[in-house]
């Protein structure tokens, strides 16, 4: 079984939802450097107020910044198992110093896997994206409502809608995605770890493919 990941794919393809069933199922560590973010913004650290000054604005964290953050998760005895990095390398800077990371504790990555998705979809799951504040459960307003609305089926917390999910931020994100973090699949292709799974199947489905070919 491939154990140390990459998801990739643009915002709203479906990365943080795979990711969480994929934990469960496999077993591994899930580091979603958007979620290590939020959790920095709500506890009011020193790393949220700058990250919300990028975040909020859909621009991209200084390199410095989340490296630091990546590298300190993935030294940690956890990710001994096998880790699921979610969100995480967006720029070539990011994917270089991973490399050096994965090489230095011995964890190399063994599959990228990114999610194509077309921009009028992606513009639909971000827009009505709600998410648990307790919990961070996705739902979306159209397709995937909870039993009640506003409430998290998982935990009952509440449902919010994140600060980035506009569309001002979502354009300024796609943009970085474009410029910054597309060029990455050609790296990752190039060292032979690139597998493309098309998103629009469904989650179930997506969640199949992604996982048998993982376990090969
Ligand atoms: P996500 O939850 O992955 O969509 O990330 C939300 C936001 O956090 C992004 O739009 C960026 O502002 C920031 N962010 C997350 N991961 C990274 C990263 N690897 N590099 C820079 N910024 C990041």
New binding site residues.
Partial sequence: MKKNIILMGP?GAG??TLAKQLKEALNLVHI????M??EAIKAQTELGVL?AS??NK??????DV?IGL?KERLSQKDCEAGFLL??????LA?AEALDEIAKSISRPIEAVINLDCDNEELVRRISGRRVCKDCGAPYHVVTMKPKVEGVCDLCGGPLFQ?K?DNEE?LKV?LE?YVSETKPLLDFYKKLGLLESFNSLVGKEELFDEVSSYLKK
């Avoid at 979603?32 to 979620?35: I, K, L, N, P």
């Avoid at 979610?86 to 720029?91: A, L, Q, S």
């Fill in positions: 915002p990365k943080g979603s450097t958007g979620d973010f939020r990250a990028y975040i859909g621009d991209l964290v200084p390199d989340t990546v979610d969100g995480f390398p967006r720029t990011q994140r980035d931020a994100r970085h």
